[in-house]
C-alpha cells in the first residue's frame, strides 16, 4: 500500500496495511539532526532569515519528511500579513530580536531557537484602522512561495506520498493581526467587527486555495492549523467559538470536502469542550492532542473513534527520557486505544523538541511501524 492509499484510507476510518507516520519538529531539533545526518539547511531566498523554514533541492529530498519517509507532505503554507515586507528591525541583541512585521504588530522573538514571540503591541486595534487596511488582504499568487512548494509538490507525487494543502484558519489568523486581547474583548463588544475580520479571511483563504489550484497544485487532504486553546481549555466560551469560528470554519471546511479533501485540523491546548463542534463544522481529524493539556488519546478514542480520527497523542515528555522501554510503553498503550477505530494516524502530541535524540526517534519509528500493523 503506498502512503497515499495508507492515509486515505486512514482518514476514511477504513483499516490500512498500517498506522501512518507524520511528525513536525522543533527548529532546534531539526538543525541537530540534519547536521548529524549530513545534510543541512538550505534556506530558499524567499524566506525572512528568521523565518526557520528550510527547503531541499529539487532533486535531493532531504526534508526530514522524506528521510524518515513519512507518509504526508504539506505544501502551499499561504502568506496571509497584510504586507509581504520584511520587517522592521527596531531592537537586536544577541538573543532576541524585536519587529514591527507586515501586519503593524510589533513582536520579539528569539534568534536562535523557536518558540512563541513576545507581544508587544498590536497596530490595528479599532475597526477604523482595520477599514483602512482591509483592503491590502487580497489573494494574489506571491502569497504561496511555488519556488520552494513546487519541487517538494514534484518529489511528493513521484514518491505517491499523500499531499496536504496547509494553511491556517481564521482565528490563527486574526490573532496575528489584532492580538488576542484585542480580538476575544472585541468578540463580546463589537461582534460586527469581528465577524466583518472573520468572513474577510475566510473569502481569501477559499480564493488561495483555487490560485494553487489554477497553478496545477493539486491536493489530497488539507491541513489546517489553528491554535485556539490553552493548557486547560479553549480561548473562548463554546458559545462563542460556535458564533464565531463555527460557521466561517464550516465555509473552509466544505471547499476542502467539495474537492474530496479530508480535513485535519491542528490546535495545541485542550479542545475537548469543542470537538464535538469542530465535527459539526467538518473536521474528519484533530492534531496533536496535546498530552499535558488532558487531550488523552486513550480517552477520546473511544469516545469519537467513530466520527473523528487521530493524529498525535505521543507524549514527547515520555520521549524526552530517551528510555527505550518508557518509549515502548507509550506507543503501546496510544496504537491499542486508537488502532480499532482505524483512523489514527502516528504523530508527536507536539513538535519533537530538541531534547529527543536522533537514535530514540528511529526507534520510536521502527517501533510505530512494527507495531502499527493490521496484517
Known amino acids: 500500500m503506498t502512503s497515499r492509499q495508507r492515509v486515505a484510507r486512514t482518514l476514511a476510518r477504513q483499516q490500512p496495511d498500517r498506522v501512518p507516520i507524520y511528525d513536525k519538529f522543533?527548529?532546534?531539533t531539526e538543525r541537530t539532526w540534519r547536521e548529524q545526518l549530513g545534510c543541512p539547511f538550505v534556506f530558499h531566498a524567499e524566506r525572512s532569515k528568521f523565518d526557520w523554514g528550510a527547503t531541499a533541492p529539487e532533486t535531493q529530498p532531504t526534508t526530514l519528511w522524506e528521510i524518515f519517509d513519512m507518509d504526508i507532505t504539506e505544501v502551499a503554507w499561504p502568506d496571509y500579513r497584510l504586507r509581504l515586507v520584511e520587517p522592521e528591525i527596531l531592537e537586536e541583541t544577541d538573543e532576541s530580536i524585536l519587529q514591527r512585521d507586515g501586519n503593524d504588530a510589533v513582536l520579539r522573538w528569539w534568534k536562535s531557537k523557536m518558540g512563541t514571540p513576545e507581544h508587544v503591541s498590536y497596530g490595528i486595534d479599532t475597526p477604523e484602522?482595520?477599514?483602512?487596511v482591509k483592503p491590502l488582504l487580497t489573494a494574489t499568487r506571491e502569497r504561496i512561495r511555488f519556488g520552494e512548494f513546487w519541487p517538494l509538490y514534484r518529489r511528493a507525487r513521484q514518491a505517491d506520498r499523500y499531499i496536504c494543502f496547509c494553511t491556517v484558519e481564521p482565528f490563527e489568523m486574526i490573532k496575528d493581526v489584532l492580538g488576542h486581547e484585542i480580538m476575544l474583548k472585541a468578540m463580546i463588544r463589537q461582534p460586527e467587527w469581528i465577524h466583518d475580520i472573520f468572513n474577510t479571511y475566510t473569502?481569501?483563504?477559499?480564493?488561495?486555495?483555487?490560485?494553487?489550484?489554477?497553478e496545477g497544485m493539486t491536493c489530497d487532504g488539507a491541513f489546517v492549523y489553528g491554535d485556539m486553546a490553552y493548557n486547560t481549555g479553549p480561548f473562548m466560551s463554546p458559545r462563542h467559538f460556535r458564533e464565531f469560528l463555527v460557521p466561517y470554519h464550516r465555509r473552509m471546511f466544505d471547499e476542502f470536502h467539495k474537492r474530496?479533501?479530508?480535513v485535519i485540523f491542528h490546535s495545541d491546548g485542550d479542545i475537548r469542550s469543542v470537538i464535538g463542534d469542530l465535527i459539526d463544522a467538518g473536521v474528519d481529524a484533530i492534531n496533536p492532542l496535546e498530552a499535558k493539556a488532558n487531550m488523552d488519546l486513550c480517552k477520546l478514542a473511544p469516545q469519537y473513534g467513530d466520527r473523528l480520527g487521530f493524529v498525535g497523542g505521543i507524549d514527547v515528555r515520555v520521549l524526552m527520557t530517551n528510555d527505550p522501554e518508557q518509549i515502548r510503553a507509550e506507543i503501546r498503550a496510544k496504537l491499542a486505544a486508537a488502532m480499532p477505530y482505524h483512523g489514527y494516524i502516528?504523530?508527536?502530541?507536539?513538535?519533537?523538541?530538541?531534547?529527543v535524540t536522533l537514535e530514540s526517534y528511529r526507534l520510536l519509528?521502527?517501533?510505530i511501524r512494527e507495531?502499527?500493523?493490521y496484517e
Request: charged share 30%; net charge negative; aromatic share 10%.
Open 26 to 28: 522543533w527548529f532546534e
Open 129 to 132: 484602522k482595520w477599514a483602512r
Open 203 to 214: 473569502n481569501v483563504e477559499i480564493r488561495m486555495l483555487e490560485i494553487a489550484e489554477a
Open 260 to 262: 474530496d479533501m479530508p
Open 346 to 355: 502516528y504523530h508527536s502530541d507536539h513538535s519533537i523538541p530538541p531534547g
Open 365 to 367: 519509528l521502527d517501533e
Open 371 to 373: 507495531l502499527g500493523r
